[in-house]
């Protein structure tokens, strides 16, 4: 792919941070991710680093404070940035595609007045973090597919009262559940309807009264990320915090797009980082009177890990162009990187970690933790199962696409 000046320079410097400080730390540290403590995993510095290199506010709009990018290739600059980030720390750079992700969404549905509160508080404080929350405990999949009935509608419900909005209910396994300071929440306005017209989202601080932040998902991956559980007991929403009433999930697309190819270039950063330490160790390490690469078997497996990885990165290159240019085909192509990636780099992660053999299985030698953050992909944004659904869907509408329940 051809970079603009601007994509090469931020990749530059983004790369110089990840090798200079988000690696050695993560080499140095390697503990720190199973602190029992959420809050204290990720030393504040990382944050503020990714704030020096300017990557922490992307998508916020420059009036705002934030750094625009040439809107034609956003969401090509977006996975560019996402990749590199990942191939430090997924976990980091889950914490931080969520302030983007959520900032494009914000900056086309919010009214004016919350956009300049909330963006310059997020351009404030480099530790400061938003979240989306779609998944209830009975309710995700059939939530992506959709199917577009009341008995598949959301739980949590919000009604209004008095000028304001009443919100009960929960929301599970939301990325920056725990440590946000503002939320996008999805509630149920209408349940005679089908969720696609009875969806509405708000927009929810953290200290609204009502809202509990029940407990941070301790997770087998991307731990820096703190995944969360909040509860909605007669939470209290002024009335201009509704940001799109009844129609929110189709709205959302401007979220869920950019969000399946930053999800995808995050796994890839996971499997370049996977290629170069097993293209090192196999270089390095002698068995057998030789070192690995030398016996075919463990060179075939590394041919394996760089075709799967440069499979991942073309289609990642068209799905991410077809997305920046609005194609008709841009959302099946955003579900196909996305599911594309999480099986395709699993098995990259598979490979780096037998190569290593019994090292590969070791906590402080550090190639187990790509094994487990590659894991998480498959059921993020979706399960492979209904992503699969999704393009079908896209391809079928009036057959894949329709509810499978009476007619
Ligand atoms: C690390 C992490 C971060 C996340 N971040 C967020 C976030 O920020 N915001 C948010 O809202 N959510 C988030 N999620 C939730 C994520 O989107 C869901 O986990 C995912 O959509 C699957 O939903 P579920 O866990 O409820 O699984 P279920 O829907 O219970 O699925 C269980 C199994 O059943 C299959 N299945 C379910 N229904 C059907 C069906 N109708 N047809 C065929 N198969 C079906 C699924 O494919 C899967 O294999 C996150 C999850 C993880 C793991």
Request: hydrophobic residues 45%; aromatic residues 8%; contains cysteine.
């Amino acid at each position: 792919m051809q970079l603009s000046e601007e994509q090469r320079l931020m990749r530059q410097s983004c790369r110089q941070f990840v090798d200079a400080v988000v690696i050695p730390f993560i080499r140095k540290d390697w503990q720190r991710e199973w602190l029992m403590t959420p809050e204290d995993r990720l030393p504040p510095e990382i944050l503020a680093g990714a704030e020096e290199v300017g990557i922490r506010t992307l998508g916020v709009p420059e009036e705002f404070g934030g750094l625009e990018l040439d809107k034609t290739s956003e969401v090509q600059t977006f996975a560019i940035i996402a990749e590199e980030i990942a191939r430090g720390d997924s976990g980091l750079a889950d914490k931080l595609v969520q302030n983007w992700k959520v900032s494009v969404l914000l900056r086309r549905v919010a009214p004016r007045r919350l956009q300049e509160k909330w963006f310059q508080r997020l351009i404030e404080d480099p530790q400061f973090l938003l979240a989306h929350c779609l998944t209830e405990p009975r309710g995700a999949s059939d939530r992506w597919l959709p199917y577009n009935v009341p008995e598949a509608a959301m739980q949590t419900r919000a009604v209004k009262k008095n000028g304001e909005w009443v919100i009960n209910g929960r929301k599970q396994f939301i990325s920056n559940g725990y440590d946000a300071g503002l939320y996008v929440v999805y509630a149920n306005t209408d349940p005679a309807v089908g969720m696609l017209q009875g969806t509405s989202s708000f927009l929810v601080p953290r200290d609204t009264p009502g809202l509990t932040v029940a407990r941070c998902n301790e997770t087998l991956g991307c731990r820096f990320m703190n995944n969360g559980e909040l509860v909605f007991e007669d939470m209290r929403v002024p009335a201009d915090h509704l940001l799109v009433e009844n129609d929110a999930l189709g709205k959302a697309a401007v979220y869920f797009r950019p969000g399946k190819i930053i999800q995808a270039a995050k796994n890839l950063g996971v499997g370049v980082r996977a290629f170069e330490l097993a293209a090192d160790y196999v270089q390095n390490y002698v068995q057998g009177g030789r070192i690995l690469i030398k016996h075919q078997a463990v060179a075939l497996r590394i041919a394996d890990m760089a075709t799967r990885i440069e499979a991942v990165r073309a289609l990642l290159e068209r799905a991410s162009h077809a997305v920046d240019a609005n194609a008709p085909d841009g959302d099946a192509l955003c579900n196909m990187v996305k599911v594309f990636a999480s099986e395709e780099i699993m098995k990259v992660a598979q490979h780096a970690a037998e190569l290593h053999g019994g090292n590969g299985i070791m906590l402080d030698f550090g190639v187990e933790k790509l094994l487990r953050d590659a894991a998480i992909f498959l059921h993020m944004d979706a399960t492979v199962d209904i992503s699969k659904m999704k393009i079908v869907k896209s391809m079928f509408p009036h057959t894949a696409g329709k509810y499978a329940g009476p007619e």
